[in-house]
């Protein structure tokens, strides 16, 4: 079964606290990507990954970073938090093109971390 | 830049049907994605249309129109939980996805 592990389900964390928000996936796959969920707006992507050490900015990558130094892991950084950066982040990860069926790149998330700055 | 248009809410009576409209602007568009979210936990994947027309599995069929720019999920024989967040994704190139804010189903008895 497939599975995608984010470190925390609630975090809260003050204004200009440096935060780390963990996601680990065990299917292999090549692709991970962080999104963050709010009321109204849907998922809005904030960086990918593509293959380790390798990134890209998403729609929204202000204010964060990210790293990833093993195929399994994909770390999201808030250098400081602020308190607009309260939200629902979510996890995914996916297969490359090339190893996914009929080119049905089917993105698995995690369960999700609510973060809130205060 | 991307544009994926769903309606927010809608209402349906258990055993009903209810259809779900989203359309999409996308550039490079590759294919249309609808995922399932129940309150307080992850989207997990319902279907996937890259060619136009339709394609069933079980009480859940999704549409495609490319040439409109549209999408449609039906959800047939509706059951208490089947309540919950439906989100239309549009796939831009080889990985990336573009989503909708979501529509909340809510099944009443």
């Known amino acids: 079964d497939v599975k995608v592990t984010q470190s925390s389900r609630y975090l809260v964390k003050r204004t200009g606290e440096k935060v780390f928000l963990e996601c680990v996936q065990d299917?292999?796959?090549?692709?991970m990507f962080w999104y963050r969920q709010d009321p109204g707006l849907g998922l809005r992507l904030i960086y990918f990954?593509?293959?380790?050490?390798?990134?890209e900015k998403g729609d929204i990558p202000e204010g964060y970073s990210v790293s990833r130094e093993k195929k399994e892991r994909f770390s999201l950084i808030l250098e400081s938090a602020s308190t607009n950066q309260t939200s629902m982040y979510l996890c995914?990860?996916?297969?490359?093109?090339?190893?996914?069926?009929?080119?049905?790149?089917?993105?698995?998330f995690g369960a999700g971390t609510r973060l809130s700055v205060l | 830049g991307q544009n994926i248009d769903q309606p927010t809410e809608m209402t349906a009576t258990e055993g009903a049907i209810v259809q779900i409209n989203c359309t999409y602007q996308?550039?490079?568009?590759?294919?249309l994605f609808w995922y399932q979210q129940h309150a307080g936990e992850a989207p997990t994947f319902l279907s996937y249309?890259?060619?136009?027309g339709l394609e069933e599995k079980g009480r859940f069929s999704s549409f495609l129109s490319r040439s409109k720019g549209y999408s449609y999920l039906l959800l047939k024989e509706l059951q208490m939980k089947d309540s919950a967040s439906y989100l239309c994704?549009?796939?831009?190139?080889?990985?990336?996805?573009?989503f909708g804010a979501g529509t909340t189903v809510t099944v009443r008895a």
């Open positions: 995914a990860s996916s297969l490359t093109s090339g190893r996914a069926l009929a080119g049905k790149n089917i993105q698995y």
């Open positions: 299917m292999d796959h090549e692709n």
């Open positions: 990954s593509y293959d380790v050490k390798m990134k």
């Open positions: 996308t550039s490079g568009f590759n294919g």
């Open positions: 249309n890259v060619l136009d």
């Open positions: 994704a549009a796939k831009s190139n080889d990985y990336k996805l573009s």
